[in-house]
């Protein structure tokens, strides 16, 4: 694949090794992170009251007072607005991290795929200790997927893809096809963003990329005119089938229109990337509410009657086959319903009332089983990444000042954009019963999923505005301190809340909403202000020491040191 090129990245003088001096700093980076943390942890703290399994259900019902208020209003200003802006601020440090990677003319794959897998063991072991709502190993694999993505040799990307597609015909190991799955998925992305070869056809110049997607595109499109077409062909797969085709061959017209600049494609790519499901997902949703619900299994006397006394053969045997058929997936989709109750029942349990090894056992069994899942979710936290590094090597958050006006548009236009967004979905519906289709929660979902993208950069605008204005709002910087400790200040939270929720502590879970938002409140001022006396005695917080002397390879300095006297970083010495 010599016609693949890598992506642009700039060739800067090289420096020695060094951690990060005050002044390299990106300020604003910072103060997003530590405000990240607020709406990350009103989002968390609901899961520490709450079974994990119910995350797909929406508010709970039967709310009242303050609690109605706080669930409404965290669902609308916050739910999915600071996980992608944690996402956004990942592919930020990336970019910076791989910037300085040029500048000291080092080596970047090698540090980076130990950073990752640091925060691989960070993220399996914050869930199966201390809560089941980790996203940490989420972030390690889709980073893992974002170096595929921009530096994965075509070799390797298809040996892996073969590989996994093997291990899933072993028994019990399916879900390593959605490994495979999403390995094809990075590996097709990466023909876009990497790919400059192009074919000819009819006089016209198409990137090989979407003379694929155009391709397939069109196969699915001949696939639903047959289902189309046969009048006893299979029904399901009509409408699912003929909407993919439809969105596969626009992504083929957009990505060839779209394909250059070369410097524009990260942005346009994260953006896709990102919204492309959640896009499906209100088409599909559309799709469930208003299409009307099949006939009952056993019809009543009435239209028994209106029903002919014969028909063909065929047509018996048809009828049949699809009542037979629609009673076995009612039968399935009941099962399903009660082995979910009662796992969301066993999780109560062991966490509101359970001892420490039980909850234990039950996270270690849950995360087993979800992991191979995340492969899936990676696919679309990837997006968030490719955007975040293009604001730092476009310069946007190097040189914040510089762009204010772009950061004004954000805040005053993507900000109500987004949250519009989320108001109409939350008007749909915010709550889902299981097994039910048709109550517009998929829907409402989707709408609140794309107004996140918005709203994100609507909020990171805002703060930035605030950071440079010359009002009281400039005191945002604030949280800068937060920030810098992110990682153990989220570790923290996780260690509060088990520890005051969970039924191995003190016991409060089912804490009502409102009480927990004064919890959370509560909570980051403490962290706030341990953050600044933390910080005022060293360098780093404690795990973000940890995570760069696994990263580096070298332990660095811990405490300050005055100006001028920084020693250098002690390689990590092998066990003799």
Known sequence: MDTQTEPDLPTLPAESLAPLREEERIQALDVVRGFALIGIFLMNVEWFNRASGEMNLGLPTGLTGANWWASRLIYVFVQGKFWTMFSLLFGMGFAVMLMRAERAGRNFVRPYLRRIAALAVFGAAHHILLWSGDILFSYAVAALALLVLLYGNWKYVIGGLVVFTGLGFIPKCSPLWAVAGSLAYVGVVALFLRGEKRLTIRGRSLPLFSFILLVLGGL????????????????????????????????????????????????????????????????????????????????????????????????????????????????????????????????????????????????????????????????????????????????????????????????????????????????????????????????????????????????????????????????????APVGRMALTNYLMQSVISTTFFFGHGFGRWGMGRAWQVVFVAMVFSLQIAWSHWWLGRFRFGPMEWLWRAITYWQIPPMRLAPAGTEGPLRPIQAPM
């Not at 997936?329 to 969301?344: G, M, P």
Request: aromatic share 8%; hydrophobic share 45%.
């Open 220 to 479: 699915a499109a001949v696939a639903a005119g047959v289902f189309w077409a046969l009048p006893h062909g299979p029904k399901e797969p009509r409408i699912p089938v003929t909407i993919i085709s439809l969105a596969v061959l626009t992504l083929g017209v957009l990505s060839a229109r779209f394909h250059q600049p070369v410097e524009a494609r990260m942005r346009r790519l994260g953006m896709t990337i990102y919204l492309l499901p959640f896009l499906m997902t209100v088409v599909f949703g559309v799709v469930q509410r208003f299409t009307p619900p099949p006939p009952p299994l056993v019809a009543s006397p009435s239209v028994a009657q209106e029903q002919p006394a014969a028909a063909k053969p065929g047509e018996k045997k048809a009828r049949k086959s699809e009542a037979e058929k629609r009673a076995e997936e009612e039968v399935e989709r009941a099962k399903r319903i009660r082995e979910f109750r009662a796992e969301i029942q066993e999780e109560t349990r062991v966490h509101a009332k359970g001892r420490y090894w039980e909850a234990v056992k039950f996270r270690a069994a849950q995360f087993a089983k979800n992991a191979p899942g995340e492969a899936g979710f990676a696919t679309i936290v990837i997006g968030m990444f490719l955007l975040g590094a293009w604001f730092v090597r476009s310069g946007v958050m190097t040189d914040t000042r510089g762009h204010l006006p772009l950061f004004r548009k954000l805040a005053l236009i993507a900000l109500p954009v987004g949250v519009g967004l989320g108001l109409l979905g939350s008007a749909i519906a915010t709550s889902h019963t299981p097994g039910d289709q048709r109550d517009g929660f998929q829907l409402a979902i989707g709408l609140q999923m794309i107004g996140n993208l918005p709203a994100c950069l609507g909020y990171v605008g805002a703060l930035v505005l605030m950071l440079h204005s010359d009002t009281a709002f400039s005191k945002i910087r604030i949280l």
